[in-house]
């Protein structure tokens, strides 16, 4: 499911007519991404809408080669619980192990579960 999408920003020179063909272009290479939000037990919500670049019950994963941010700056432990939504309903997981290589953050979750159905993110 996806929830979001991420725009990318592109240099294009000043002639409208590259700027429509690029744009257009951006639009029919749009890469998909996902979002989770991280719960730690006794401290509440440590993040909320978290863009991922892939997700499944087993793992999810951030690609940090493009931007700023490092593996190390995200903030997540085992333990920490995860949520998302998948196909109009909610599911939950715990962070079973954390891997930082490089620009690659991989998280493996574990004890995946489906969440009621009234339930709300709040």
């Not at 920003?9 to 991404?33: A, G, T």
């Not at 903030?75 to 490089?102: C, S, T």
């Not at 159905?117 to 709040?122: A, L």
Request: glycine share 4%; with cysteine.
């Amino acid at each position: 499911a996806v929830v979001q999408t991420r725009p990318r920003v592109l240099l294009v020179h000043h002639k409208n007519s590259l700027l429509h063909l690029c744009y257009n272009q951006l639009l029919r290479m749009e890469k998909r991404y996902y979002t989770v939000d991280i719960w730690r037990y006794h401290h509440g919500k440590r993040y909320s809408g978290l863009f991922v670049d892939s997700l499944d019950s087993e793992s999810f994963s951030i690609d940090c080669s493009d931007t700023y941010t490092r593996p190390e700056h995200y903030d997540l432990r085992v333990g920490d619980v995860v949520r998302w939504k998948h196909n109009e309903r909610y599911l939950q997981a715990l962070i079973a192990d954390v891997y930082r290589n490089g620009t690659l953050l991989k998280v493996a979750l574990e004890q995946p579960t489906m969440l009621p159905t009234d339930y709300f993110p709040y």
